[in-house]
């Protein structure tokens, strides 16, 4: 079965340090990767994606995503985290033989402490 | 935010009851995408409309369906409500359908259900 993992439920970090939010996927064929945000009784905001090219994808607000094949993984990073940075955050997939769909993990909450 | 616009923000209904969504798509994007999000769980695929054909579904009953209009708008609608029903209905536009694997679908901020 397709599936997008997030291991982590919540992910605690102090304003100012990095952040890594985990995601592992097992899709058939090259996948299409995607990082979305929720704040509060809002939508999905679009942070970044990838779809080929350089494993390093550069995003919104300062967030950058490494995809790795061989481990089938694609973690959100951040080099210095802020408060206003605190949300769900949802890694998602669009399989290699699929146009439409996108294929959601859990999420993971992000907490940036003061 | 994006230019994605859903209809009612919050609805109760209760079961047996029909209901029915709105979605108005971003300028320019011809593909509307519909999605569930439960209660502390991440968005399910409901289904999706490209130039006013369905384009692809999820695991979703019959009774969840939909319409595209010639303008790209979109409705859901869910006949026979059940209290699982009760969650966040997103939509999302996209600027292509068939041909569009790499393109990102931007989403609205959700109608809120609740099945009483």
């Known amino acids: 079965a397709q599936s997008v993992a997030q291991p982590e439920d919540q992910v605690n970090v102090a304003e100012g340090n990095p952040l890594t939010v985990k995601c592992t996927y097992s899709v058939s064929g090259n996948p299409y990767l995607f990082w979305y945000v929720q704040y509060p009784n809002r939508g999905l905001q679009f942070l970044l994606k990838?779809?080929?090219?350089?494993?390093l994808v550069k995003g919104s607000y300062g967030f950058e995503a490494e995809f790795n094949k061989s481990q089938t993984s694609f973690h959100l990073k951040k080099p210095s985290a802020l408060v206003s940075d605190s949300a769900l955050y949802f890694c998602?997939?669009?399989?290699?033989?699929?146009?439409?769909?996108?294929?959601f993990g859990s999420g993971t909450r992000l907490l940036v402490r003061p | 935010e994006t230019g994605v616009t859903q209809s009612p923000t919050h609805l109760i209904k209760t079961r047996g009851q029909q209901v029915t969504l709105r979605c108005s798509s971003q300028?320019?994007?011809?593909?509307v995408s519909w999605y569930q999000q439960a209660l502390g769980q991440g968005p399910q695929f409901i289904f999706q409309y490209y130039r006013e054909e369905e384009n692809g579904r999820g695991n979703f009953p019959p009774r969840f369906s939909g319409l595209q209009f010639p303008n790209y708008s979109s409705e859901l609608n869910v006949n026979a409500l059940e209290l699982d029903d009760s969650a966040l209905y997103l939509c999302?536009?996209?600027?292509?359908?068939?041909?569009?694997?790499?393109?990102?679908?931007?989403f609205g901020p959700g109608t809120r259900l609740l099945v009483l």
């Open positions: 300028s320019g994007h011809n593909t």
């Open positions: 999302a536009s996209s600027p292509s359908g068939t041909s569009g694997r790499r393109e990102t679908q931007y």
């Open positions: 998602a997939v669009r399989p290699g033989d699929s146009s439409y769909k996108l294929i």
């Open positions: 990838y779809i080929t090219g350089d494993n």
